[in-house]
């Protein structure tokens, strides 16, 4: 059972089913199909068409802009139309767009539609993310919430390496526009998937637009977001998030530094690749079933602390192709547990209500510790060496779970929280 708020501040009980975990695999894989299309197709080929390596970084960076400030428009995808009919929105635009964006010529003259089309691929991607993220959290049982973001994520990151290594290869072997063309599919195909998804929710959701005002509703779920934050739940999630631990921000650098490791461009190509992709995908699966038998916060430390052990050995190995591969390998498989960690633990801060705008708040702030130890990263690595870098990243790692310990048991000597209106996070477990 779920309740809802109803408009004289109670709630009522609405029957809720679940979905089996592995639909959100399906669910979200256009999002990964998309992001590897761009990152990966499209940075290979635009060179060849005569774009310089800046514009290409400039096209990447800015497919990466509207996924840090999307909780902007969350709301919207929380209070206005229908779950699905956004799902099914966001995935149909960026099939075409990826039709669109295989078929326009890199020529200087024409190359503002491509920025264009690659940014509003990029808002179009966000809307299928926060529709996937809305259906899980209101389709997912409190004891498959780590199952369900390991299939989540696994379905990203496969449909990452899908939409860079098959749209690469169909656009070298075939055509251009037939490598576009098969990923639109593949993405319209997964819109079928919502057959599986219990629509109990969208029921009570049509009722309560019924009922109540664009503006009652946004004033709704304005409460809901701020219930999750002043909760002690709420916060410790968001301080976990936000610590420097379990970043993965090393594999950001593995292919610059790879000479490191005296590893030649075929054996990069063959482990940051399409094995990279699934191998973490499977410590995404191996990870969300292993944090639905503990406490996800746990969880996340858990993985916090095997990447950085990881990154440890790693740096105090011998530095041959060999330990190249063994340990890329590794520090990819930990990081899938991280990304299922991370969506256990969103999907159980969250609770239902405003799921979107809730996850998206989280994701941000696990976004920012990505952002700067990959400076941090690159930084020591050019000061101190490679060692170094995988020393400090794994050192700052355990410096920030002690200060999550240490803020943890502190706030547990404070007086219960206040009560969480429905919708909200239940509680630390």
């Not at 690469?168 to 251009?176: I, M, N, R």
């Not at 130890?373 to 794994?394: K, N, Q, R, S, Y």
């Amino acid at each position: 059972m779920s309740s809802l708020p109803d408009r004289s501040g109670g709630s009522r009980s609405v029957a809720r089913s679940v979905a089996h975990p592995s639909v959100f695999l399906a669910l979200y894989l256009p999002f990964g199909i998309a992001n590897g299309y761009v990152i990966v197709t499209l940075a290979y080929l635009l060179p060849l068409r005569g774009l310089s390596i800046s514009q290409v970084a400039g096209i990447i960076a800015l497919f990466y802009l509207p996924q840090t400030w999307k909780v902007l428009w969350a709301p919207i995808v929380d209070t206005t139309l229908s779950i699905r009919l956004w799902y099914l929105l966001g995935t149909v635009t960026t099939g075409a767009l990826i039709v669109a964006m295989a078929l326009v010529p890199a020529r200087a003259s024409q190359l503002w539609l491509l920025y264009g089309l690659v940014f509003v691929t990029s808002l179009a991607l966000s809307i299928v993310g926060m529709a996937t993220e809305n259906l899980m959290a209101h389709s997912t049982s409190a004891q498959q919430k780590g199952r369900a973001g390991g299939w989540c994520q696994a379905g990203g990151l496969g449909g990452q390496g899908l939409g860079g290594g098959a749209g690469l290869w169909l656009s070298q072997h075939v055509s251009v526009w037939s490598g576009g063309a098969v990923l639109a599919l593949v993405c319209l195909l997964c819109c079928a998937v919502l057959w599986a998804v219990p629509a109990e929710h969208e029921l009570a959701r049509q009722e309560q637009s019924q009922s109540l005002g664009l503006g009652a509703r946004l004033a709704d779920a304005a409460r809901d977001v701020w219930s999750v934050a002043r909760s002690r739940a709420g916060f410790l999630a968001g301080l976990l998030l936000f610590m420097p631990l379990g970043t993965g921000a090393a594999s950001n650098l593995w292919s610059a530094i790879a000479g490191d490791w005296h590893a030649n461009a075929d054996t990069v190509a063959l482990v940051n690749g399409l094995l990279s992709g699934l191998i973490t995908a499977g410590g995404c699966l191996v990870g969300g079933y292993l944090f639905d038998l503990m406490n996800r916060k746990a969880g996340y430390l858990l993985s916090g602390w095997a990447l950085a052990a990881c990154a440890v050995a790693m740096g105090l190995t011998p530095r041959t192709p060999t330990t190249f591969v063994i340990f890329v390998s590794l520090y990819g498989f930990f990081t899938g547990w991280v990304y299922a960690a991370f969506t256990a633990l969103a999907l159980e801060t969250i609770g239902t209500g405003a799921a979107a705008t809730k996850y998206n708040v989280l994701a941000c702030l696990a976004n920012i510790p990505l952002t700067y130890m990959t400076l941090v990263d690159g930084a020591t690595h050019t000061h101190f060496g490679p060692a170094a870098m995988l020393f400090i990243e794994a050192g700052i790692a355990v410096l920030a779970s002690l200060f999550f310990g240490s803020v943890a048991m502190a706030s547990r000597r404070r007086p219960a929280g206040t009560t969480l209106h429905a919708g909200g996070a239940g509680g630390v477990p």
